[in-house]
């Protein structure tokens, strides 16, 4: 399992840099397992940070802590088949895909079924994202990233990049290879978009 707060400052102790967790991950696609091994203890506090961003607005008694949600997607991204990492962005933006699978999971689990009620809106920056309270607004912006995924792939990609992967406009477009204005853009349509769906307003696609 993964290192605790106290060891990995000890490891992060050398401050390693963007360039050596490239080349980290690019070991690690190749197979080295030592590779990973190195990996988690230098980037656990970065994920950890992540976890924090995603349960930022969460009750005091929330039924996952952030250290909860670094582990289990550590376990999921272990079960990866040939992972191919180029850049710790895109690292990054996979750890935050496997989050919002974990947070969705788990407000499935605690049944969490009601969608919000038609005509409310529901701000991104407002959802809670495992709470019993805010669960099924988690669902609903799961199943309407689902249907942006449909029409505009890459607008859902910018999406959870951005707000579940924390990553910034430039992080973003370099995953993506395109333009940062280009990343913008889809920001603000899909954030549009959604809250459209989430109200339940008419839809006027571009």
């Known amino acids: 399992m993964l290192d605790s707060p106290a060891e990995v400052s000890q490891t992060n102790a050398g401050q390693p840099t963007a360039a050596d967790i490239d080349a980290l991950l690019s070991r690690w696609s190749q197979g080295d397992d030592s590779a990973q091994e190195q990996l988690w203890p230098i980037v656990f506090q970065q994920l950890r940070r992540l976890a924090r961003?995603?349960?930022?607005?969460?009750?005091?008694?929330?039924?996952?802590?952030?250290?909860?949600l670094v582990?289990?997607?550590?376990?999921?991204?272990n079960d990866l088949s040939n992972p191919k990492w180029n850049t710790s962005a895109q690292f990054?933006?996979?750890?935050?895909?496997?989050?919002r699978h974990i947070l969705v999971d788990h407000a499935r689990a605690r049944k969490c079924q009601k969608r919000p009620t038609i005509g409310s809106k529901i701000p991104l920056e407002e959802i809670a994202l495992v709470s019993p309270e805010k669960g099924e607004q988690l669902l609903a912006l799961d199943e309407a990233l689902s249907q942006l995924a449909e029409i505009h792939p890459r607008k859902s990609d910018v999406v959870e990049m951005r707000f579940?992967?924390?990553?910034?406009?430039?992080?973003?477009?370099?995953?993506l290879q395109v333009a940062k204005l280009t990343v913008i853009r889809d920001w603000n349509f899909a954030r549009a978009w959604l809250e459209t769906v989430l109200t339940g307003t008419p839809i006027y696609d571009e």
Request: hydrophobic fraction near 45%; aromatic fraction near 6%.
């Open 53 to 68: 961003r995603q349960l930022a607005n969460e009750r005091a008694d929330h039924s996952l802590e952030s250290a909860a």
């Open 71 to 77: 582990n289990e997607a550590y376990i999921r991204l």
């Open 92 to 99: 990054f933006a996979m750890c935050g895909k496997v989050m």
């Open 164 to 175: 579940f992967g924390g990553l910034s406009v430039e992080e973003t477009a370099e995953v």
